[in-house]
């Protein structure tokens, strides 16, 4: 009798046990099939880049791609070389900005904080209302504990996106800091 009711609670132990394996798997299939298709992707690049044919936007994928593996050194090169192509045609497009702003954010990842910042005005002065580099710009300005300049960014950073969440929080993190806080008694 003992034996009939503890067997309902064993399979549905196994049950759960099989379904959280199968999940696991699924996951790990998935992870592994976007690892592959990353590699392929790296690869594909490199190869059109060796042999001298790489676009713009091959060179801003690659980096971009660098930048998502944690490899900022490696990003910057990429970006550094894709600007040189634009650099080379007579009119700078306004669509290089996110170039700027993806070479500003790999040097940010390695602490090049006066490098990221020019990178993000050079952003901002081919599109002036870009947002994502007005918030980039904020952070760094933040990192280098240069308050007021960060402020005034993330607020500029408002006017072009009023509904724009980091600018908001990141304001409200500021003003904090600028308030003197007055001793209890």
Same mark, same amino acid.
């Given at each position: 009798?003992?034996? +009939?009711?503890?067997?309902?609670?064993?399979?549905?132990?196994?049950? +759960?046990?099989?379904?959280?394996?199968?999940?696991?798997?699924?996951?790990?299939?998935?992870?592994?099939?976007?690892?592959?298709?990353?590699?392929?992707?790296?690869?594909?690049?490199?190869?059109?880049?060796?042999?001298?044919?790489?676009?713009?936007?091959?060179? $801003?994928?690659?980096?971009?791609?660098?930048?998502?593996?944690?490899?900022?050194?490696?990003?910057?090169?990429?970006?550094?070389?894709?600007? =040189?192509?634009?650099?080379?045609?007579?009119?700078?497009?306004?669509?290089?900005?996110?170039?700027?702003?993806?070479?500003?954010?790999? $040097?940010?990842?390695? %602490?090049?904080? %006066?490098?990221?910042?020019?990178?993000? =005005?050079?952003?901002?002065?081919?599109?002036?209302?870009?947002?994502?580099?007005?918030?980039?710009?904020?952070?760094?300005?933040? =990192?280098?504990?240069?308050?007021?300049?960060?402020?005034?960014?993330?607020?500029?950073?408002?006017?072009?996106?009023?509904?724009?969440?980091?600018?908001?929080?990141?304001?409200?993190?500021?003003?904090?800091?600028?308030?003197?806080?007055?001793?209890?008694?």
């Amino acid at each position: 009798m003992q034996a +009939l009711k503890s067997l309902p609670l064993a399979t549905i132990y196994l049950a +759960l046990l099989l379904g959280l394996l199968l999940f696991a798997v699924i996951m790990i299939g998935r992870q592994v099939m976007q690892t592959r298709k990353t590699e392929s992707t790296i690869a594909r690049l490199q190869t059109k880049i060796r042999e001298g044919s790489g676009s713009v936007e091959e060179y $801003f994928e690659l980096g971009s791609i660098y930048l998502m593996k944690k490899l900022p050194g490696q990003a910057v090169g990429q970006f550094q070389k894709a600007i =040189k192509l634009i650099e080379a045609d007579e009119e700078i497009p306004p669509e290089s900005a996110p170039i700027y702003n993806a070479l500003g954010f790999a $040097f940010f990842n390695q %602490d090049q904080f %006066d490098m990221a910042i020019r990178q993000y =005005k050079e952003a901002l002065e081919r599109q002036p209302t870009y947002v994502t580099a007005l918030n980039n710009l904020g952070h760094v300005y933040e =990192k280098k504990n240069l308050t007021s300049q960060a402020l005034e960014t993330y607020e500029k950073s408002l006017e072009q996106d009023p509904k724009n969440s980091t600018a908001n929080r990141r304001i409200k993190v500021l003003k904090r800091r600028l308030v003197p806080t007055s001793p209890t008694s």
